[in-house]
């Protein structure tokens, strides 16, 4: 039986993997406490040698027990980060370990989620995906903490304060944006690249990617999850979810990469070659995931002036802004994939909001700043500047002018647009343009003296009435319990608090510039807000729509006075 014999070997062999993989943690996060005993450069090549070797014995064990097309695609995905692990050999023995550490921790999460105790854990997990999904995003927060707050994280290699490293997790995860410490500054390396997997991870969706991850690994998912799944990037068609997945990892990948492009040219004529490509890489990244991390201490103040990179971030902030639904709409419609040529309901209210949001916006600002924060700018200056605040002010948080100077006007135009935020399904935060359009026609359905909702001669569900409204109260009530206690903790003036505490539920991430001056109550509320806004509206969704048995009871109804 060369076979058993060969599938022996092979888990024999992975199962060194895990005292291997813990050796690598103690390696890479025990760093302050190894290097005095003993000779740590020696000891980052030994260990990432013997991740190397591993590797290699894990693919021969593999080659000699092929036998299966699951087995085959694990071969490939060894056979890549084999390769990859190598190339970072010449660059630096640290980066092999650390990478080759994800691969063992994909492995270690496979047993805890599909065999430790029977599987109880995935199944219970798939069995209640609103809390799967809180408890995921609290997991990759817990995690993104204990990385930033290691001394390699960190340009002066110190220890980052607990709240610091938490609230910038936090804001990376939930695509925020707001900071307590500048990133391109404070963080060295490994720590914006810690920053940059978080708004990747975050920005994608943790349900979108935990799901793609078991497909990969061979799960079958339940009805319940596919209907989540769906609602999570807001498609309503009855499409193979794997195909899903692919289609929104492919236009993820492509619109990042063309983004990165096009920021490298110009930020090639002050950096050099390797530095203008790492932050054409970040910005992309940032700006289609909504988050605003900047590496530049300003943000993109420096140019406010660069069409190019105006009109680049702002399209990356809008795709990412509209969700993946609505792009893969967008993308049958104009290269006639259908029969008939036609968007969904969804597609055009998505773009109909947005185009008005960004209009008003633009137009507010502009009027609001032109002898304000604008006073001196050229016209062709005001127009990109008013472009871009309108755009970024609804979730992304980047800035071409300085936003502790904008007017009390201004202020107001902001607040609206970021309580707003972006579109179902998308990288963005707020309660969404569908929320908002749902209810500007049930106020015009109410002055025409119509009792249905309809857009683009299709009625609009109550229900939905009923879930933007709820959706509304909630969030307007989660606010206003953090902004009171703010005002209890912090001796700051009104609009800053509001503006910070609106631009966190939104996920957008602009400050007027507190944010740093916050104590740590102050910070610790702030990113209570930031988690809440990214998972609070998605959960009542999801809730909403896994409906549960309703007692066949019908009361007498009774009218009541409404205003």
């Known amino acids: 039986m060369p076979g058993s014999r060969d599938k022996g070997l092979l888990t024999h062999i992975e199962a060194l993997a895990y005292p291997v993989a813990v050796w690598s943690f103690a390696v890479i996060f025990l760093e302050s406490i190894v290097r005095p005993l003993m000779d740590y450069g020696l000891l980052e090549l030994i260990t990432a040698g013997t991740n190397l070797l591993l590797l290699c014995l894990i693919i021969i064990g593999r080659l000699l027990a092929k036998d299966s097309r699951k087995q085959t695609l694990l071969l490939r995905f060894d056979i890549i980060m084999l390769l990859l692990g190598g190339l970072l050999m010449f660059y630096q023995a640290k980066y092999v370990i650390f990478f080759l550490l994800i691969r063992q921790t994909y492995f270690i999460l496979q047993y805890l ?30 995690l993104g903490t204990v990385m930033l707050m290691l001394p390699e994280a960190s340009v002066q290699r110190r220890v980052t304060p607990l709240f610091d490293a938490l609230f910038t997790a936090t804001s990376a995860t939930c695509v925020t944006g707001l900071i307590v410490q500048d990133t391109g500054s404070y963080f060295s390396l490994f720590g914006q690249i810690v920053i940059l997997t978080l708004i990747q991870v975050g920005g994608l969706g943790i349900m979108t990617i935990s799901t793609a991850f078991a497909l990969i690994m061979g799960r079958r998912l339940t009805l319940k999850l596919e209907n989540v799944m769906h609602s999570v990037v807001g498609d309503n068609e009855r499409l193979d979810v794997f195909q899903l997945l692919k289609n929104i990892v492919i236009v993820t990948v492509m619109i990042e990469a063309i983004g990165a492009i096009l920021l490298f040219f110009s930020f090639s004529k002050t950096l050099t070659p390797p530095q203008a490509m790492y932050n054409a890489i970040f ?3 940032s700006a289609f995931c909504n988050a605003g991390f900047s590496l530049f201490d300003n943000s993109l103040i420096r140019f406010v002036d660069n069409p190019v990179v105006n009109l680049t971030i702002t399209t990356l902030i809008l795709l990412g802004g509209i969700g993946f639904a609505v792009i893969i709409d967008l993308y049958r419609y104009i290269f006639k994939l259908d029969r008939v ?30 002898h304000g ?33 904008i007017a009390p006007a201004s202020v107001l135009v902001f607040l609206a647009m970021m309580f707003i935020g972006a579109s179902p399904g998308s990288t963005g935060g707020g309660v969404k343009t569908t929320t908002f359009a749902v209810l500007i026609l049930s106020v015009t359905s109410m002055l025409r003296g119509r009792r249905e909702l309809s857009l683009y001669n299709r009625r609009i569900s109550l229900s939905n009435y009923r879930e933007a409204t709820s959706l ?3 969030s307007v009530g989660i606010i206003s319990i953090v902004v009171f206690l703010l005002f209890l903790v912090e001796n700051l003036p009104f609009d800053k608090l509001i503006f910070e505490a609106i631009s966190a539920f939104g996920t957008v991430g602009l400050s007027m510039g507190i944010t740093a001056k916050l104590s740590g109550a102050g910070k610790l509320l702030i990113t209570v807000l930031m988690y809440i806004g990214r998972i609070g509206p998605l959960t009542l969704i999801y809730a909403l729509s896994m409906r549960k048995r309703e007692p066949n009871i019908n009361y007498a109804e009774e009218k009541i006075a409404i205003g």
């Open 472 to 474: 509304i109260t909630l």
């Open 341 to 370: 040529r036609k968007l969904n309901l969804h597609s055009k209210i998505v773009l109909s909001v947005s185009g008005i949001l960004i209009l008003l916006g633009f137009v507010g600002f502009y009027i609001a700043e032109y």
């Open 113 to 142: 989620l599909f065999h430790a105790f029977d599987g109880k854990f995935y199944k219970a997990l798939t069995n209640n995906p609103p809390v799967s999904l809180m408890l995921s995003f609290a997991f990759v927060i817990l």
């Open 283 to 285: 910005h992309s990244i």
């Open 373 to 405: 924060v604008m006073e001196n700018f050229s016209i062709s200056r005001r127009i990109l500047s008013s472009w871009f605040q309108s755009v970024t002010a609804r979730t992304a948080g980047f800035n071409t002018v300085d936003i502790t100077r």
